[in-house]
């Protein structure tokens, strides 16, 4: 068996991502390839396949030995990269899924110091961008880990790389991808999900939770139109009162805790403990937060904070219509007021009840007797990660104390990776490994959104020997 030099893998990694990988990277950031949920013209507008036509031809062109990329695209559907690798191993080594996507979310407003959302700016360590880290970097990191162990004569299994375009818009395509490919994606011994991250740069992250995520639209109406409000005003019920009273049914304005049953779960015992490990090392990422001075946060210490962002319920208002620009804003009472709420449900709730629950929490005994809807809109499940296999925690452990220099730990997030929970169904045996690049002042979704360009050298190497390593033991200890 041929090991991976970790110092010549090291120098190769450096180099592929320096003289290759960042400027296709670049490239892409300048294409403005938004999920569909912001971008309903998507298919008449191209970007999406323009980004995933620009994955593929760089991927064609890598130096692996057996290697077949293929633009898949299902009817009505967005596209998927599909990069299959051969094993080049003697004996019948285990699968590999990596998993990444391309689509976008929109700029989101201004960003900062001449920065742009669609143009690639290196300064120092990071890579500025829209997508750069959300999750342009996915299918480089993977690639690279084989290009890795092919250059350095370490044997791998088999590896298929589906970079989705959908995950965005809560993977909604995804599935149809799964079972049109059932047969050449196989049955995965190992799944890496590489759109995830942690509270530092200076260790590999495992995630171990993700929150689900339940959204809509309520609208309350008081009037068929806007009429002067000291016409009105103190005798037609504001809608937005009304609002009010009704998101306190879901949410304690006073404390930020979400009071419905169903939104709330016991967490398990060994979660417990990583937030209890975590919350020690003070490694709750709050330090990075660009909140406004003298703002308090929610949870006495960073353990209580920790599981508030990882395993409780929290809501936020997205947007909002019925409330005009201030500068345009006149003395009336306004017809009604909308707005998209979002709920992050733990990791084992259950979104279908969840979002029940919201609706009628929300719509019955309308106050006032005014006239309340709420549209759904996405009910993702959350996840919870299965055992790790014992070969596969030291495994991590060597990798990290080696690339990144300290030992992994593993960490809840509370963002969503939809379709976590749609593998774990569809591959119930399979050892999962969820990590990324994804940290402190990465700014996913937000704006400034950057890669932390060593970090994802360190875990383009951590990948390459944690695959050459389950090459060599079959997944088995």
């Not at 171990?208 to 339940?214: D, K, T, Y």
């Not at 404390?255 to 990583?274: F, H, M, N, Q, W």
């Amino acid at each position: 068996m041929t090991i991976l030099d970790p110092t010549k893998a090291v120098e190769f990694v450096d180099s592929y991502w320096e003289n290759d990988a960042l400027i296709c990277l670049s490239e892409y950031i300048t294409v403005p390839c938004l999920s569909p949920d912001f971008d309903p013209a998507w298919s008449a507008n191209g970007a999406i396949r323009q980004a995933a036509d620009l994955f593929a031809d760089w991927a064609r062109r890598r130096p692996i030995g057996a290697l077949a990329v293929e633009v898949v695209e299902l009817s009505d559907r967005t596209p998927c990269v599909l990069i299959e690798i051969g094993s080049t191993s003697t004996t019948d080594a285990p699968s590999v899924l990596a998993y990444g996507h391309l689509d976008k979310q929109p700029p989101l407003g201004e960003w900062h110091d001449g920065l742009d959302a669609f143009t690639p700016i290196r300064r120092g360590d990071r890579l500025f961008g829209r997508g750069a880290v959300d999750d342009g970097y996915a299918m480089f990191a993977a690639v690279g880990a084989i290009e890795t162990l092919e250059q350095a004569g370490v044997a791998h299994g088999p590896v298929t790389v589906l970079i989705e375009a959908s995950e965005e818009s809560a993977s909604s395509d995804l599935d149809a991808y799964l079972d049109a490919y059932s047969e050449r994606i196989g049955d995965p011994h190992l799944i890496v999900c590489l759109d995830s991250g942690g509270a530092s740069y200076e260790r590999l992250w495992a995630t171990s939770s993700l929150r689900g995520l339940v959204d809509g639209v309520l609208r309350v109406d008081v009037l068929t139109e806007a009429i002067h409000s000291g016409s009105g005003g103190g005798v037609v019920p504001s809608s937005f009162r009304v609002l009010r009273q009704l998101l306190d049914r879901i949410d304690d304005s006073a404390s930020g805790d979400v009071i419905l049953a169903e939104a709330k779960v016991d967490i398990p015992a060994e979660r417990l403990t990583e937030i209890n490990a975590a919350g020690a090392a003070g490694l709750d990422g709050t330090e990075t937060l660009p909140v406004v001075p003298g703002l308090r946060l929610e949870g006495a210490d960073a353990t209580t904070r920790i599981e508030r962002n990882t395993w409780r319920a929290a809501l936020e208002i997205l947007g909002a219509e019925g409330l005009p620009p201030i500068k345009d804003a006149g003395n009336l009472l306004r017809s009604s007021t909308s707005v998209k709420v979002s709920l992050r449900i733990p990791p084992t709730a259950d979104a279908e009840a969840v979002a029940q629950a919201m609706k009628k929490a929300l719509t019955d005994d309308p106050p006032e007797g005014a006239r309340v809807s709420f549209t759904p809109g996405h009910a993702a499940a959350g996840w919870n990660a299965p055992v790790r296999a014992a070969w596969l925690e030291r495994a991590l452990g060597e990798a990290s104390r080696q690339y990144f220099g300290n030992s992994p730990m593993s960490y809840g997030v509370g963002g969503s990776i939809p379709f976590m929970a749609s593998l774990g169904r569809r591959f119930p045996s399979a050892q999962f490994l969820a990590t990324g690049c994804l940290g402190p002042n990465s700014n996913a979704h937000g704006t400034d959104e950057s890669l932390h360009i060593p970090a994802a050298k360190a875990l383009t190497a951590c990948l390459a020997q944690l695959i050459g390593t389950f090459a060599d033991q079959g997944g088995v200890d």
